[in-house]
């Protein structure tokens, strides 16, 4: 059976959620701890649910995007690059 390349199933959700680990982590946030921060900025989400957008099953919701960019420093242009695919959250 041939073997994909390196790569190749890098998905855009998938970056994406890569990137929004990798900066939780660097802020030393659990993904309870970054639920319970969202729900205080107004937007209610299970910890459940953030670890599918880290692990590319979901694209966050644009009240969640905003969120996610605010409470984790991030630029704005990390979300862009996404596409949007069936699955997405509402």
Known sequence: MPQKAAGAT???RLRLGRALRRRRLELGLT??????????AG?????S????LERGHYTPRPGLRLV????LGLDAEVFETEVPEAGGTP
């Open 10 to 12: 890098k998905t855009p």
């Open 68 to 71: 996610l960019t605010e409470l």
């Open 31 to 40: 993904l309870v701890k970054l639920a319970d921060r969202c729900d205080k």
């Open 49 to 52: 649910h953030l670890s599918k």
């Open 43 to 47: 937007v209610p989400v299970a910890h």
